[in-house]
């Protein structure tokens, strides 16, 4: 049968995994199905500021690396995250602004040699980069984060035009969680968007993560929500699609976790600018869930067998539809 890689081919977007780069290199069946099943990989964690700069200035790439290598070895493109956020930094980063002997200036400074490091190093091999990630609050108000606090607003400004000059190409992301639908949060993307683009700050992409539960209804203004961005000029993308149920599930849960995911793919085949639909994760053995929403789980499309769930077929059927 057809991967979902072959049919996502046929219709010119890139199917996409966040992939577990620990389970990567010891599981022979998650390394297989990787793969077979995808045709781009985002790191889950092996990008982030903790893991690439554990000591100032001391950069280890090495499992990112390791990851890049995979993707080029099975054709695959690369999905860039993350390079500012306000969780998973370095110890000697958040103690260092917490006992004042990093400034605002110097803050800055390790900022922007973070970016101009990170991207350049990756330089010509990550398609689409989140730049920034989660930095609006639910009401659409800036995240309260050392960013903000230090530096004010202009950071994310900033952050976008020191990734462009380290790496022309990669197309530059904002990406945020509960944005799926239009709501006081995704508008302040949206205005965010307008406004950067106006001055001409290099901003290129909307990205949605998508990490959905059952027990709630679907966002059914997903599509309306991309389209206002498409229009705006901006790539969209699903990000970090999962979604979970108070386990154990049973058939009619497992049917509506697949209409969710059918939703979510259908959207983004809709928008003429959703360039990539990237899961957190495929299989049910390895997931943040059960370790974040106490009682919750069995959020992806295949189970912990690696046996396809009503979820996987959903995505197929979407696909394949002409
Ligand atoms: O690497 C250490 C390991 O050395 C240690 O022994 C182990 C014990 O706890 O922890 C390991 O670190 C964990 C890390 O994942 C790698 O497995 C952290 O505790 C754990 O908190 C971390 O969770 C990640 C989470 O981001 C952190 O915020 C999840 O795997 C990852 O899926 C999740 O991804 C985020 C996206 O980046 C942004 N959007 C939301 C999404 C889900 O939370």
């Known amino acids: ?15 996409g995994t966040a992939v577990d780069t620990t389970a990567l290199a010891e599981d022979s069946a998650y390394r297989a199905t990787t ?19 554990p000591e100032r200035g001391r950069y280890d790439f090495s499992a990112a690396d ?17 390079l500012l956020w306000h969780n998973q930094l370095p110890a000697w980063l958040t103690e260092g602004v917490a006992d004042g002997s990093i400034d605002a200036k110097e ?80 508008t302040a993307y949206y205005e965010l968007a307008k406004k950067l683009r106006a001055q001409g700050v290099p901003v290129q992409g909307m990205g949605v993560q998508a990490h959905l539960d059952i027990q709630y209804g679907f966002p059914t203004d997903l599509a309306a929500n991309l389209a206002r961005f498409d229009r705006l000029g901006l790539q969209t993308a699903i990000t970090e699609a999962d979604v979970r149920m108070f386990t154990p599930s049973d058939p009619a849960k497992l049917a509506r976790q697949a209409s969710d995911y059918r939703g979510l793919l259908a959207a983004c085949l809709a928008t ?37 769930k009503p979820a996987y077929a959903a995505l197929r059927e979407e696909l394949a539809k002409r």
Not at 35 to 53: D, I, L
Not at 66 to 82: I, K, M, N, P
Not at 272 to 290: E, H, I, L, R
Request: net charge negative; glycine share 6%; aromatic share 12%.
């Open 35 to 53: 793969a077979r099943e995808f045709s781009s990989v985002t790191a889950e964690n092996v990008m982030k500021w903790e893991v690439v700069e």
């Open 1 to 15: 049968a057809a991967s979902l890689r072959d049919l996502a081919d046929r219709r010119h977007v890139l199917i």
């Open 66 to 82: 390791e990851l890049v290598r995979f993707a080029r070895a099975h054709g695959q493109q690369v999905r860039g995250h993350t």
């Open 107 to 186: 803050l800055r400074k390790i900022l922007r040699e973070h970016i101009t490091a990170e991207v350049t190093h990756f330089k010509g091999r990550i398609y689409q980069w989140d730049v920034v990630n989660e930095v609006f609050e639910e009401d659409g108000s800036l995240r309260d984060s050392i960013w903000l606090q230090q530096l004010g607003p202009s950071y994310i400004a900033d952050a976008f035009r020191w990734a462009h000059k380290a790496d022309p190409k990669a197309k530059l992301f904002m990406n945020d969680y509960n944005v799926e639908g239009v709501n006081a949060k995704s």
């Open 272 to 308: 003429k600018g959703c360039a990539s639909f990237t899961v957190w994760g495929f299989t049910d053995k390895y997931s943040w869930v059960p370790g974040t929403f106490e009682g919750e789980g069995e959020a992806n499309i295949l189970d912990a067998d690696f046996r396809h």
